[in-house]
């Protein structure tokens, strides 16, 4: 299925299970904002909502109820993602109001939460970047999502250093972050590629850089 399939399936099942304040917040909550991260950003990088909850409730530090944006959780992750609008309300927001909106994100650190804010003139306007953002945060869980145990010590770190990139890389960043010298990085690069894990991203005779291949450029399947 395309976008507009998945994500209409996706919020159904959402709207289906919900009943109360949890379905009354989907229903008013979730907008053209938070839509058009999903449709800009997240869709294109991993072409599923598995694990990503809408409109998310969580316990407040004042024995209430907040919501989230989105909130994607498997074990050992929790992150939340927070499309910020700027408008009339934003302008006028009180002290009181500033101060309780940091406090609201502290305490989701506090609780174990990785909270990402993006605005949303980010999405519209540089949603690329956004996504990189997304990858590099889901890239630290990537010993999770597949099955590594084939792959050396320092071809692990090489992974992790692309994905936390969250675009090309080119083997002098791979000697500078990992400290090896250019043969090996090269060695190291040649050997993902020959694994189906890392593939030629510019240079034909003699590749330039390195991309992820294409069952790691969705990490989350």
């Not at 940091?102 to 970047?129: A, C, H, M």
């Not at 953002?133 to 010590?153: A, F, K, P, Y």
């Not at 010298?181 to 890392?198: D, E, F, H, P």
């Amino acid at each position: 299925m395309g976008f507009e399939e998945d994500y209409q399936a996706f919020i159904d099942a959402h709207l289906q299970e919900r009943s109360g304040e949890r379905l009354r917040r989907l229903q008013e909550g979730h907008q053209h904002a938070e839509m058009s991260f999903l449709k800009q950003v997240w869709w294109p990088l991993f072409h599923h909502f598995r694990y990503l909850h809408p409109e998310y409730e969580v316990n407040d530090f004042k024995d209430g109820k907040r919501y989230l944006d989105f909130a994607y959780i498997r074990p050992a992750i929790r992150l939340c993602l927070e499309i910020d609008g700027y408008g009339p309300h934003l302008k006028s927001i009180s002290r009181w109001q500033f101060t309780d909106n940091l406090e609201r994100q502290n305490q989701l650190v506090i609780d174990g939460w990785t909270v990402i804010r993006f605005s949303y003139d980010q999405v519209k306007e540089n949603p690329r970047r956004c996504q990189q953002i997304v990858q590099q945060v889901i890239g630290r869980w990537v010993g999770d999502e597949m099955d590594l145990s084939t792959l050396s010590l320092v071809e692990k770190e090489v992974l992790r250093l692309t994905i936390r990139k969250g675009d090309a890389i080119f083997p002098i960043e791979v000697e500078k972050d990992l400290k090896l010298c250019g043969k090996t990085a090269r060695k190291v690069l040649s050997q993902l590629v020959n694994k189906n894990i890392m593939a030629p991203a510019s240079g034909v005779e003699r590749i330039r850089s390195y991309r992820l291949g294409d069952q790691v450029k969705h990490p989350i399947q």
